[in-house]
Every structure is written in structure tokens, then in C-alpha cells.
């Protein structure tokens, strides 16, 4: 899997926006359970959002409600995860998963162990 961030590079000041795009060149997507961790210096990887194979269910760690979205295009094969109103509280390094292991979506909500397939991970830097 490939995790680019588009557009602001990663560096943007609070209040700001950014978009996370996940790509897979290699694979069908819409066999997964896609998702969205992060993980900031010192601390364990957590979910951030998470999407189900078709899209039609997702899930956001109650921090990021109302800030983040988790979207997909099983056509393009590519996930984005749209983000408003940064924090500095959300700096961490990004990183997309898959998973298509039976009820991958509740599994991927609960944590990071297990998942099929991880991409590199984005620095997302949100100054104050």
C-alpha cells in the first residue's frame, strides 16, 4: 500500500486542513477493511478511523469526530481520509491498513494487531 499526503505537504498550522490518500496498485481494495492510525512520539499506534469493504460503515476514535473523514474509491482503489480544524494534538505519523480477515471491520476498531497490510506512514506536523 502507498500513503501520500496530498496537497499541504504535512506542515500546516492549527485550523488547518489536510487530505491523507492511501493507494494500492497491487490490490483490490474492496476485499478490505480499510482504516486510518496514527501514531505520536512516545505513544502506541491508534485508530483513527476506520471504513468497511463497501463503505457503507464507518468508525472514528472520539477524538477526531466531527474533524476527520474516512472515505473510499474502490473504483480508483484508493482511501482518503479528509481532515479540518487540526490540532496540535494531531501530529503524529499516519498510516492506512487493510485487513480482510472475517469481521476485520470490528477488529480494526478495537487496535493495530493483526492488520494484512500497512502503508509507510505520513508525518502530519500541525503547529500552534
Known amino acids: 500500500l502507498r500513503c501520500s499526503c496530498r496537497r499541504w505537504g504535512g506542515l500546516v498550522q492549527a485550523g488547518g486542513s489536510l487530505r491523507l490518500s492511501c493507494a494500492a496498485s497491487?490490490?483490490?481494495?474492496?476485499?478490505?477493511?480499510m482504516g486510518w492510525f496514527r501514531q505520536a512520539p512516545g505513544k502506541e499506534r491508534e485508530i483513527v478511523a476506520v471504513i468497511s469493504r463497501g463503505g457503507g460503515n464507518t468508525h472514528y476514535t472520539d477524538s477526531v469526530k466531527g474533524r476527520f473523514t474516512i472515505s473510499r474509491d474502490n473504483t480508483k482503489n484508493t482511501m482518503d481520509l479528509q481532515i479540518h480544524g487540526l490540532k496540535p494534538e494531531d501530529t503524529a505519523v499516519y498510516y492506512c491498513?487493510?485487513?480482510?480477515?472475517?469481521?476485520?471491520?470490528?477488529?480494526?476498531?478495537?487496535?493495530?494487531?493483526?492488520?494484512?497490510?500497512w502503508g509507510k506512514g505520513t508525518q502530519v506536523t500541525v503547529s500552534s
Open positions: 491498513a487493510a485487513d480482510q480477515k472475517y469481521r476485520s471491520y470490528d477488529y480494526m476498531i478495537k487496535g493495530p494487531s493483526g492488520m494484512d497490510y
Open positions: 497491487e490490490r483490490t481494495l474492496s476485499r478490505y477493511t
